[in-house]
C-alpha cells in the first residue's frame, strides 16, 4: 500500500549537485510531513531534512545551507537538493514520513550518493 521509491543518485564530485526525488503513493505528501535520511556505512541512519504539511522545512546541521528539501504534492513527490557536496555526503538516501520510519516495510530500497573526486 505505501510506497516510497527514491531516484537520483549516483556519483558527484566534491562540490557538486544533485538532486534527488522521492514518488511516494497515495497522498502521502500532501497528508504527511515527509523526511529524507541518509545511512554512511558503519553508521546509523539519520534524519537529513524534514518538510511539514504547512511548508516548512528543518535540516540537519551537517547540510543546512546546502540541501533544500521541497515538494511537489500534484505529483506526490518530495525532492532533495544537494548543493555543494562533500565526501561525508556518501550514503544512501531514503525518505520516509515520521511515522514510517517505525515500519520496516515502509522504506524503501534509497538511492546511493556517493560524493568523491
Known amino acids: 500500500q505505501v510506497q516510497l521509491v527514491e531516484s537520483g543518485g549516483g556519483l558527484v564530485q566534491p562540490g557538486g549537485s544533485l538532486r534527488l526525488s522521492c514518488a511516494a503513493s497515495?497522498?502521502?505528501?500532501?497528508?504527511?510531513?515527509m523526511g529524507w535520511y541518509r545511512q554512511a556505512p558503519g553508521k546509523q541512519r539519520e534524519l537529513v531534512a524534514e518538510?511539514?504539511?504547512?511548508?516548512?522545512?528543518v535540516y540537519a546541521d551537517s547540510v543546512k545551507g546546502r540541501f533544500t528539501i521541497f515538494r511537489d504534492i500534484a505529483k506526490n513527490t518530495v525532492y532533495l537538493q544537494m548543493n555543494s557536496l562533500k565526501p561525508e555526503d556518501t550514503a544512501v538516501y531514503y525518505c520516509?514520513?515520521?511515522?514510517?520510519?517505525?515500519?520496516?516495510?515502509?522504506w524503501g530500497r534509497g538511492t546511493q550518493v556517493t560524493v568523491s573526486s
Open positions: 520516509n514520513t515520521p511515522w514510517g520510519t517505525s515500519r520496516s516495510d515502509y
Open positions: 518538510i511539514a504539511v504547512a511548508g516548512s522545512a
Open positions: 497515495g497522498i502521502i505528501v500532501r497528508m504527511n510531513t
